[in-house]
């Protein structure tokens, strides 16, 4: 398959851990490297493709009690099949003003509005507490500098998953 997984994840207990970590080695085409700056660009738009975001929820077994948070939400597919397919409820953000009113338009036309929804908003300043698990496509170098924010505001248990690109000394 296209997919080569991590099939083992971390659920904490809450014991010293501030976060579960839940890193596949998910296969598909790569953002290219560059530099950015992380609040303006956090990389080029690349939607994961349909196969890998149902991969991604799965390893993560999402679920109905499931509150997904996909920072840089992109056209929103992920938050979507969330709410679509796993019953659960969530939110994506991005700062591409085209593509939130698409992911919002999306959500409306496969009628999970109610449980998905799309903002324009810097990754870095979003409020993530609520997840039960996060989900993330972004350049190497933004999702590292990530860290702090997930160690610091997620609760313990909380699924992670990077595509393509891992947290750097995390173990999945």
Known sequence: SSMSLAQTFLRTSGRGARAACLLGALLAAAAPA???????????????????VSDMLRLADVGAEDFVIDLGSGDGRIVITAAKVFGARGFGV????????EANEAAR????????????QDLFKTDIRKATVLTMYLLPNTVNMLKDKLLNELNPGTRILSHDYPLAGWIP
């Open 94 to 101: 991005d700062i591409n003003e085209k593509l939130v009113k």
């Open 34 to 52: 560059q530099d950015v700056q992380p609040s303006k660009n956090a990389g080029p738009y690349v939607p994961s493709p349909q196969s890998v």
């Open 109 to 120: 036309a496969q009628g999970v509005a109610d449980r998905a929804s799309f903002t324009i």
